[in-house]
T-cell receptor, first 116, second 107 residues
């Protein structure tokens, strides 16, 4: 019974390609997130969606486009991949992220992206 | 200045020892604080929230010092299974993560 699942777990691709990572949560949470963890281990938020509505969009190149077809899914599409995009991408969800208080976030297992 | 700074360690301690480490945060308006644990090549998981009065969860004690803008984590009677990276997390409209403090407990 995986709470937050991501596919694929590993993704190796060439520079310039377009790729997508999928995320699904079965916790009934309202809010989902995408994080990037680089080689220095910093975990940085990229996007946050609440009930399919974008609420946080950090300074991320517009080659990255999140899509939330419903509140249980948040996919990440990346166009024109670059070497610097190599990282681990984590999806997460929480019950509610309105009003400045953040509930416990539950993370997916991560997608390790390598751009060659 | 980074939003959240941590001593990266590693802290190498024998089983049964006590280990403690801090993290500092830059935004004095930060509302809530957490410690997450991340095992090697795994996802982060919530270890505990940090309350103003300090709080304990078994062998783990967290403290918050708002005046000096730091939080701390103390692990008593370390177990081999405590070996992990501990991420300091600060909430100011979004979660800001530190880079983590690595703890290795040896037999």
């Amino acid at each position: 019974d995986t709470a937050v699942s991501q596919t694929p777990k590993y993704l190796v691709t060439q520079m310039g390609n377009d790729k997508s990572i999928k995320c699904e949560q079965n916790l009934g949470h309202d809010t989902m997130y995408w994080y990037k963890q680089d080689s220095k281990k910093f975990l940085k938020i990229m996007f946050s969606y609440n009930n399919k509505e974008l609420i946080i969009n950090e300074t991320v190149p517009n080659r990255f486009s999140p899509k939330s077809p419903d509140k249980a899914h948040l996919n990440l599409h990346i166009n024109s991949l670059e070497l610097g995009d190599s990282a681990v991408y984590f999806c997460a969800s929480s019950q509610d992220d309105r009003g400045g208080y953040t509930d416990t976030q539950y993370f997916g297992p991560g997608t390790r992206l390598t751009v060659l | 200045r980074k939003e959240v700074e941590q001593d990266p360690g590693p802290f190498n301690v024998p089983e049964g020892a006590t280990v403690a480490f801090n993290c500092t945060y830059s935004n004095s308006a930060s509302q809530s604080f957490f410690w997450y644990r991340q095992d090697c090549r795994k996802e982060p998981k919530l270890l505990m929230s940090v309350y103003s009065s300090g709080n304990e969860d078994g062998r783990f004690t967290a403290q918050l010092n708002r005046a000096s803008q730091y939080i701390s984590l103390l692990i008593r009677d370390s177990k081999l299974s405590d070996s992990a990276t501990y991420l300091c997390v600060v909430n100011d409209y979004k979660l800001s993560f530190g880079a983590g403090t690595t703890v290795t407990v040896r037999a």
